[in-house]
């Protein structure tokens, strides 16, 4: 079975384990981050892990997805392989779309 293309702002199920101390980890939803022209031809995506506690952290985006409240835990972003790819569970709204975007280069500008 072929996998799904990979797109930006799309939610995988992944598989994050093994992980080290303070990662996110287990099977979860994450959001796909990295343009779709590196999706294209790596065969590796930059993901940010989708969280259902809510912490007040700067580097935190609310969202809701499949009707729960949940955080895009942007202080966990990685790269990983797309071997951990499991299942595409859906895409992010527009709107925070573009709010994460915001935060994104607000964590890491210079």
């Known amino acids: 079975m072929?996998?799904?293309?990979?797109?930006r702002f799309d939610f995988?199920?992944?598989g994050l384990n093994p992980t080290l101390g303070s990662e996110i980890s287990k099977n979860r939803p994450c959001l796909v981050v990295s343009p779709d022209e590196a999706n294209q031809f790596l065969n590796t995506v930059t993901i940010v892990p989708l969280a259902s506690t809510i912490k007040n952290y700067p580097t935190r985006v609310n969202c809701f997805f499949e009707e729960k409240a949940g955080q895009l835990a942007i202080d966990q972003i990685?790269?990983?392989d797309k071997t951990r790819l499991i299942?595409?569970?859906g895409t992010l709204e527009d709107e925070v779309s573009m709010l994460l975007c915001r935060v994104l280069v607000e964590t890491f500008k210079f």
Do not use: T
């Open 2 to 7: 072929e996998m799904a293309a990979v797109k």
């Open 12 to 14: 995988w199920l992944v």
């Open 78 to 80: 990685r790269s990983v």
């Open 87 to 89: 299942k595409k569970l």
